[in-house]
């Protein structure tokens, strides 16, 4: 989600705040996976779940920014 708002004109600046929040949810995700993987995997090397290795993506997290324009 991103949100910004225009704040009103303040000795000749422009300025808007924004916010960014990722993740809204909070949902557990796989971002990226190996098939086979060599450090994690174990057994025969057919494509199965247990040879996988997954990488999670992040969990809720969020920014404030502020841009002034002169």
Known sequence: MHLS???PEIA???MTISGH???V???VYVQDAVDNS???GYG???HLA???EVFLGSPRHFNLGLSVNF
């Open 44 to 46: 025969d090397k057919m």
């Open 25 to 27: 949810l909070d949902d």
């Open 12 to 14: 000749g600046l422009n």
């Open 21 to 23: 929040v990722f993740n």
């Open 38 to 40: 060599q450090y994690n």
């Open 5 to 7: 708002y225009k704040l």
């Open 50 to 52: 247990h040879n996988a």
